[in-house]
DNA sequence: TAACTGTACTAATAGTTATAGTACATTACA
DNA sequence: TGTAATGTACTATAACTATTAGTACAGTTA
């Protein structure tokens, strides 16, 4: 399903969960999708199946997949309210990143041509609906 | 000269490091500008000289801040030339983070006008050069 | 010399990450 | 019914990280 880097410093667990975010965000995976079960994925990925239980244990606090024992996990419906909370911490983070860009030197006009190709890029699944 | 938050679950020493960068990306810090010592800080601060110095090492090997054995450590010089590699990682940050948001359901023009603010508002201690 | 500075260690403690193993409840299906 | 697959919840262990504590040394300033 996908690769790991085991010497990335960044936790396994939080690698699986951020690879499963992007697929979903970009549309890979769509609503109602079944993801591998916690010990064929570990048996994929030869690792422990603990380790990807916390990381759909994660996943499904976060929202992007819900669980059913005896049945297996599967990617959720979008949320039809805004989290501001965590929609904050993103604006944050992104404003603080192009700070930082800004800081090293990129040209605002590339920095501008940028942020609208990432703008025209967004698909996210949405024309499949 | 800053607060901490103990119970961030992000190590401390970290939260020195980007809290200087911050500062420094501001323009609030300038170059040559005197921090305070290892040892003041972590009075300052209460928490251990050792926590410190790792934040002030971390932030010379990112090129932040440099140190002079018994002078101090100060505030470095812009550099002239453009870290591609660290670039690139900050694209790609910035990329996926807006793509969770217009995910989570940003609209398309509230993000727009976001970003339209934080380029507007990038200042970032240049006029006073 | 005295006081301040950065730097480099060792050691101990607490917390996190990953692995290993076991057990149990639920679901689907023959 | 029974079996296999699933998620879930534990305990235990080893390795690593973060933090604190203490000591020591070298360079700078007055």
């Known amino acids: 399903m996908f690769q790991l880097d085991l010497k990335n410093g960044k936790p396994i667990y939080e690698q699986v969960v951020d690879k499963f975010k992007e697929l979903i965000i970009n549309g890979v995976l ?15 990925l030869t690792i422990n199946p603990n380790t ?3 990381a ?15 049945l297996g996990s599967f990617i959720s419906h979008p949320k039809t309210t805004i989290d501001h909370v965590k929609a904050n911490q993103l604006k944050e ?37």
Chains 1, 2 share one sequence.
């Not at 109602?32 to 994929?44: E, G, M, T």
């Not at 759909?56 to 005896?70: A, C, D, K, N, T």
């Not at 930082?100 to 041509?113: H, P, R, V």
């Open 52 to 54: 990807i239980q916390k």
């Open 56 to 70: 759909y244990r994660e996943l499904e606090y976060q929202g992007y997949i819900y669980s059913v024992q005896g």
């Open 30 to 44: 769509k609503p109602d999708d079944k993801i591998p079960s916690v010990r064929d994925l570990a048996q994929q």
């Open 93 to 129: 983070q992104i404003s603080s990143d192009i700070f930082e860009l800004l800081y090293m030197g990129i040209g605002t006009q590339e920095l501008k041509d940028f942020l609208s190709s990432i703008l025209t890029s967004w698909k996210g699944g949405k024309e499949n609906d």
